[in-house]
């Protein structure tokens, strides 16, 4: 059975300084384009090939959507595709920027 793991916007920032690991964000392009966390991958369906192809299944990979809903979704479809650390952040990017809104450029 495939597995993700829910965690805190907190949680996420603290695996963010513990490389390697990679940030997908799946919003749309232009919320992407007008705000984004620093460093991270703008995942959509157009380049899941090349994502896999670029990120090791051996990397955690934390989950990003606008509320924390979306992400879950996607988190367990990375999970079961081999991806072995997927979690999902609760809050989204909109929790994100109220929390860190230095790091959202």
Same mark, same amino acid.
């Given at each position: 059975?495939?597995? +993700?793991?829910?965690?805190?916007?907190?949680?996420?920032?603290?695996?963010? =300084?513990?490389?390697?690991?990679?940030?997908?964000?799946?919003?749309?392009?232009? !919320? +992407?384009?007008? /705000?984004?966390?620093?460093?991270?991958?703008?995942?959509?369906? %157009?380049?899941? /090939?090349? +994502?896999?192809?670029?990120? !090791? =299944?051996?990397?955690?990979?934390?989950?990003?959507?606008?509320?924390?809903?979306?992400?879950? $979704? /996607?988190?367990?479809?990375? /999970? !079961? &595709?081999?991806? =072995? !650390?997927?979690?999902? &952040? %609760? $809050?989204?990017?909109?929790?994100?920027?109220?929390?860190?809104?230095?790091?959202?450029?």
């Amino acid at each position: 059975m495939t597995q +993700f793991t829910r965690i805190s916007i907190e949680q996420a920032a603290a695996l963010l =300084k513990q490389p390697p690991v990679c940030l997908v964000d799946i919003r749309d392009a232009l !919320s +992407f384009r007008t /705000a984004h966390v620093e460093g991270a991958y703008h995942l959509t369906n %157009d380049n899941l /090939a090349q +994502f896999t192809q670029q990120i !090791s =299944k051996e990397t955690p990979v934390l989950v990003m959507c606008y509320h924390g809903n979306s992400s879950q $979704g /996607a988190a367990n479809y990375l /999970a !079961s &595709i081999g991806y =072995k !650390s997927v979690y999902s &952040i %609760d $809050g989204g990017f909109e929790g994100w920027r109220h929390v860190y809104p230095y790091t959202a450029l």
